[in-house]
């Protein structure tokens, strides 16, 4: 009976976790599907989203979920500004092209984040740290339950938004067939500024919710960045609600093997998870040939 209550307390914790990890790859996963480019640098704009949500808690003594009124907004222009000055140039180039060229924006980033708030470990403070509640008999950490919220909330309301929004049916056509759609008149190149604006915004959120859980440090993104590339490919490349089931896999994954296993495998795990789904599932759990968003 308490083996199983450890595991249903695991299994509640890795569930919360996914929620965090979802939202921090639907913003790859949606540019993959209608940009179709590999946004390798979308882990070091959750970090910067992270290090903003950071400085606003610190300087305006705003709570982490409130700052994203002044994160998000931020990060949705420099979406814009990296699909403007990165993807676009580029985009008769060789696909390596670009994946080198977000390389060295990474490069680019970690090392301006590390000079503006220097590579010490810092941490998102709120009133509610390090508290948690009961719940027949469950122990839920309020941090990660109103991260987790939040999580739901946004990625709810991206659905919504692609779903019965003049400009998220555009955003679909365009993933779908971006030819028919040029020629019914969709300005594609506005859908691409878009889409990498939405998908900055939603860095933002996942990093100010991973700040407010976990320490961070600059270079942390890059453990992010097997974690959110881990939750797209099992997902289905392009696939939002794929993604969405792959994050809650991967948490509850992760939370078991650093439980039964050591702490020290609980990143491994995401990076088997993907090496396993390349070689057996490439198309991932919802991604079928010529499906999108």
Request: charged fraction near 10%; glycine fraction near 10%.
């Amino acid at each position: 009976m308490k083996s199983f209550f450890i595991f249903a307390q695991l299994l509640i914790n890795g569930v919360l976790l996914g929620g965090v990890y979802a939202v921090m790859a639907s913003g790859l996963s949606l540019i993959f599907g209608v940009v179709r480019v590999l946004q390798i640098s979308h882990s070091v704009l959750i970090i910067l989203g992270c290090y903003f949500s950071y400085s606003v808690n610190r300087t305006l003594s705003l709570d982490p979920i409130l700052s994203l009124l002044i994160t998000m907004p931020v990060m949705f222009f420099i979406g814009i500004a990296v699909y403007r000055l990165v993807v676009a140039p580029l985009k008769d180039a060789p696909p390596v092209a670009a994946l080198l060229a977000f390389f060295g924006l990474i490069l680019a980033l970690e090392n301006t984040i590390g000079l503006i708030w220097t590579t010490n470990y810092n941490a998102i403070h709120s009133v509610y740290q390090g508290k948690s509640f009961l719940l027949s008999g469950f122990v839920f950490s309020l941090p990660k339950t109103i991260a987790f919220g939040m999580a739901c909330l946004v990625i709810f309301t991206l659905l919504i938004f692609l779903r019965n929004t003049e400009t998220g049916r555009a955003i679909r056509a365009v993933s779908q067939d971006r030819d028919t759609a040029q020629i019914l008149g969709v300005d594609v190149d506005r859908i691409f500024v878009i889409v990498f604006g939405i998908s900055a915004t939603l860095a933002a959120v996942g990093g100010s919710l991973m700040g407010m859980i976990y320490s961070f440090y600059p270079s942390l993104h890059w453990s992010w960045l097997g974690v959110v590339f881990s939750v797209v490919i099992l997902g289905g490349l392009g696939q939002v609600g794929g993604a969405i089931i792959a994050a809650l896999i991967i948490g509850v994954a992760e939370i078991l093997a650093a439980y039964y296993i050591g702490a020290a495998w609980g990143p491994f795990v995401a990076f088997a998870i993907l090496i396993i789904t390349l070689v057996h599932r490439p198309q991932g759990l919802l991604g079928t040939k010529g499906q999108r968003i």
